[in-house]
């Protein structure tokens, strides 16, 4: 029996995703500890000013993350020798080197058009350290390898330590920018132990790129970032409408309230993660086994996850009360639609992620995603405009079901094909 556990525990996949579930546990946990206390001490205006900051810098997030977590991911996996790793890693830090200044140029041209008021303006800023955090982010290189025990450990180290700050800094609704501060800086702390441990573990080295080098690495990424940044749009529209159609109390409460169904991401974040290289072997071999081996997990997953989502469903407004408070449990409804979505967005996981990019049809995966945002901006100014935070709630459920469709199609096409 010691020698069955033993082999168990020795298996990578089992290690990643023992790893990558102690991670997303202390994820889940650690907001449930924060947000009730953060969301009554800001209140709904001042967790609006943050929430709307936060959902503008995530874009910029996205632009300088540019899908390397993805096709990085993949040559790494499919390549483990040190003189490209160390070439890769290099490529890729400088390539986000330049994403990080476009985006710092952008936004003092945005903020000079936007003109918002002074605390939004400084909490935009000071959660600008997000992107600076993404730019150095190696998690990418820990996944390729299968060695993803460094991702959780860094991450629990630097998010125990900044919430162990907030509860002693931010007492009151005056220090919102102390909160943006510490929230922002958790990554920076985790992504700097990660760069310490990358050169220590596997000896890391930059080395010297040419511009065809970090051209060619941009391409394969292309395909990849305008799915994840339309996928961005998908999750964050919303708020973004809100921002500029309601008032900072309705992004506050609406943006409470999704943190309920992306605390359920996070449990299925590990699970995308671990399944990527593994599927993206056995798609190498051949596309209908893969294939194969995709729906087969699929059915039991997502109805491990339809339980929860039903439950929550029920419960609404109670457990939006004791999350955050009176004042947003007023809008608790809001919740059915939302997790509605996350089902959803859990089957276009595996229909594109797992399905169309383990197999390396990022074209298809992309062009299913820039149809459906057309969709997905046109769904949310309607619904926005007309009903508010409500309407808000339901355009992401309407948007991922048209997803949904579309990837389906997409690959019985491919499928066809080959």
């Known amino acids: 029996m010691k020698n069955k556990i033993k082999n168990i525990l020795s298996n990578k996949i089992i290690n990643n995703g023992i790893w990558m579930y102690l991670l997303q546990l202390f994820n889940t946990v650690i907001p449930l500890i924060t947000l009730p206390y953060v969301t009554r001490i800001l209140g709904t205006s001042k967790y609006g000013v943050f929430s709307a900051s936060f959902n503008l810098v995530g874009y910029l997030q996205v632009v300088v993350e540019y899908g390397f977590a993805m096709s990085a991911t993949r040559e790494v996996a499919l390549e483990h020798k040190k003189d490209k790793v160390d070439k890769l890693f290099s490529t890729i830090l400088y390539c986000r080197g330049l994403l990080l200044l476009a985006c710092v140029a952008f936004s003092f041209i945005y903020l000079t058009v936007w003109h918002p008021t002074r605390i939004q303006f400084l909490s935009y800023w000071m959660l600008m350290i997000l992107v600076l955090a993404t730019t150095i982010q190696e998690n990418w290189l820990f996944q390729g390898l299968e060695d993803m025990k460094y991702i959780a450990i860094t991450n629990i180290v630097s998010r125990t330590l900044t919430m162990i700050l907030i509860f002693a800094f931010v007492k009151d609704v005056d ?8 929230y922002a800086v958790s990554p920076l702390i985790s992504n700097l132990l990660g760069l310490i441990i990358a050169k220590i573990k596997y000896n890391i080295e930059f080395v010297s790129v040419s511009l065809k080098d970090m051209i060619m690495e941009f391409k394969f990424g292309w395909y990849i970032f305008t799915t994840q940044f339309t996928s961005k749009v998908f999750g964050a529209i919303g708020v973004t409408f809100l921002t500029f159609l309601d008032t900072s109390s309705t992004v506050g409460i609406f943006s409470a309230i999704q943190k309920i169904p992306n605390a359920l991401i996070l449990m299925w974040s590990p699970i995308s993660t671990i399944l990527y290289p593994e599927v993206s072997k056995k798609m190498k ?50 919740l059915v639609p939302l997790l509605m979505w996350l089902f959803v967005s859990i089957d276009n996981n595996f229909w594109g992620i797992q399905i169309l990019l383990g197999s390396g049809h990022d074209k298809e995966y992309s062009t299913c995603f820039l149809i459906s945002v057309v969709a997905t901006i046109l769904f949310n100014w309607f619904f926005i405009k007309f009903w508010g935070g409500t309407g808000a709630a339901w355009a992401p459920f309407a948007s991922e079901l048209l997803l949904d469709v579309l990837l389906i199609f997409a690959v019985k096409n491919v499928e066809k094909k080959i």
């Open 175 to 182: 220090d919102l920018l102390i909160y943006c501060f510490l």
């Open 285 to 334: 071999v051949s596309f209908s086994e893969g294939k194969k081996y995709v729906l087969h997990i699929r059915k039991y997953l997502l109805l491990l996850f339809l339980i929860p989502i039903i439950i929550l469903s029920f419960f609404a407004s109670p457990v939006v009360k004791i999350a955050f408070g009176d004042h947003y449990a007023l809008h608790a409804f809001w």
